[in-house]
């Protein structure tokens, strides 16, 4: 793992967790959706903090992707898993949410979990003739 | 009743979410390094690569789906309730998808992993 390999997935942390903020803020100012009219989701569209929120997870999707095209999927997910840990900051310091011990010690089991499966290999090494998946004929 | 359609929603959105995870990690994997082909071919060749996937397209379909329900979801509960339940659950169904689909190398090291995660999981969300 290099420099910038390592930097992706720190961008994969950052842009997620705090784009789900961003998210997560606009929705409170929208208020609850009704199961009902499940359309009214598109109205939230116009809040700008869920515009934000957007634009954040936008760039989200393309470092996750970059991590994703040098790394494998089982080692990406745990690796940007301390985002669970800024986003209970953001809850409690943006949000003003309540954050009990007991999900802190949830917290602390996921990091545990992190760290277990950082110190492996990033990469499961393939022959060229088993990666492509049944039934699927694509090439990229 | 919020509480049951907050956990449908959660359950929507592990399921969309993993395949969506899984259909991406797939086609980059085919791509390549990112890195390495703009080094090579430049940043064009980027750009071709990634929007010329169909199986990337699919699984940003699915992604698409579970960022809606998400989004709801985050309407009828704390951030600090779904963002973790739903990532973390994601995180498990995500391992099982790797090794079946994917054919990773999902260790003995990463089911441990997974098993404190579900542990972070039930702790985070009865609390």
């Known amino acids: 793992m290099t420099l910038r390999k390592y930097l992706v997935i720190l961008s994969v942390v950052f842009f997620g967790s705090v784009g789900d903020a961003f998210l997560a803020r606009g929705m409170k100012h929208t208020g609850a959706i009704d199961i009902h009219h499940l359309s009214n989701v598109f109205t939230a569209l116009a809040n700008p903090f869920v515009i934000v929120g957007i634009f954040f997870l936008l760039a989200f999707m393309s470092s996750y992707m970059t991590a994703l095209s040098f790394a494998d999927l089982t080692y990406v997910m745990p690796a940007t898993a301390i985002s669970y840990v800024v986003m209970v900051l953001l809850s409690i310091f943006w949000l003003h949410e309540h954050v009990s011990p007991q999900r802190w010690a949830g917290v602390a089991f996921i990091v545990i979990g992190v760290g277990v499966v950082a110190g492996g290999p990033s990469r499961t090494e393939h022959p060229a003739a088993q990666v492509p998946a049944r039934g699927l004929k694509e090439r990229a | ?127």
């Open chain 2, 1 to 127: 009743m919020r509480t049951y359609y907050t956990w449908l929603c959660i359950f929507t959105t592990v399921c969309t979410a993993a395949a969506g995870d899984v259909l991406v990690a797939l086609a980059m994997r085919r791509i390549g390094d990112l890195g390495e082909i703009r080094r090579r071919h430049g940043f064009f060749a980027i750009i071709l690569r990634v929007f010329s996937s169909g199986i990337l397209f699919g699984g940003v379909f699915f992604m698409a789906i579970a960022f809606f329900s998400n989004l709801i979801g985050l309407s009828w509960a704390d951030l600090s309730v779904v963002g973790p339940a739903s990532a973390a659950l994601t995180f498990v169904t995500n391992a099982l998808g790797a090794r079946f689909f994917l054919h990773e190398n999902v260790d003995r090291r990463r089911w441990l992993a997974t098993i404190f995660v579900c542990l972070g999981v039930l702790l985070l969300t009865w609390s």
